[in-house]
């Protein structure tokens, strides 16, 4: 079965977003109140900047011993992000995000971000939809004797 990103892995959602002159430290808040592992940099017009994932404040700030107060978000975010579209597949997505071994992309239209989905969304998804087929699959060739 197809499942895009939006609605079936994702819903579109008021995704938590801040500014290149954001320091770490603002980037690391703004995450832990929302208890997310990712944010989105955004410019002037709302348009994906970059993204910055705990992964990255790890390695680039506290593994450095650098100040989260003074390193800002554009030196260390990932710019220019690959995105994923509300259309494609959970399927495509998991295979892009496992080859690149990104465990969060956003999900953008004309350079806005809908929502960021993770590849424990889309293992989940993926999970569901290789269940559903096995069912099918073993009522087609067992019949009813399955509870099909």
Same mark, same amino acid.
């Given at each position: 079965?197809?499942?895009?990103?939006? $609605?079936?892995?994702?819903?579109?959602? %008021?995704?938590? +977003?801040?500014?290149?002159? &954001?320091?770490?430290?603002?980037?690391?808040? &703004?995450?832990? !109140?929302?208890?997310i592992a990712a944010i989105i940099v955004v410019d002037d017009q709302a348009k994906i900047s970059?993204?910055?994932?705990?992964?990255?404040?790890?390695?680039?700030?506290?593994?450095?011993?650098?100040?989260?107060?003074?390193?800002?978000?554009?030196?260390?975010? +990932?710019?220019?992000?690959? +995105?994923? +579209?509300?259309?494609?597949?959970?399927? %495509?997505?998991? !295979?892009?995000?496992?080859?690149?071994?990104?465990?969060?992309? $956003?999900? &953008?239209?004309?350079?806005?971000?809908? &929502?960021?989905?993770?590849i424990r969304d889309l293992y989940s998804t993926v999970k569901e939809a290789l269940e559903e087929?096995?069912?099918?699959? !073993?009522?087609?060739?067992?019949?009813?004797?399955?509870?099909?």
């Amino acid at each position: 079965m197809y499942r895009k990103i939006i $609605p079936n892995v994702v819903s579109e959602t %008021d995704v938590s +977003t801040i500014t290149k002159d &954001a320091t770490a430290h603002d980037a690391a808040k &703004a995450m832990a !109140e929302k208890n997310i592992a990712a944010i989105i940099v955004v410019d002037d017009q709302a348009k994906i900047s970059g993204i910055l994932t705990e992964r990255d404040l790890a390695r680039k700030v506290t593994a450095l011993g650098l100040d989260s107060n003074t390193v800002l978000a554009a030196d260390i975010m +990932t710019a220019n992000p690959d +995105t994923l +579209t509300p259309d494609d597949s959970a399927g %495509d997505a998991l !295979e892009l995000m496992n080859s690149r071994r990104y465990r969060h992309l $956003p999900v &953008a239209v004309d350079g806005k971000c809908l &929502a960021v989905v993770s590849i424990r969304d889309l293992y989940s998804t993926v999970k569901e939809a290789l269940e559903e087929d096995i069912k099918e699959t !073993e009522a087609f060739i067992f019949g009813d004797r399955y509870g099909a």
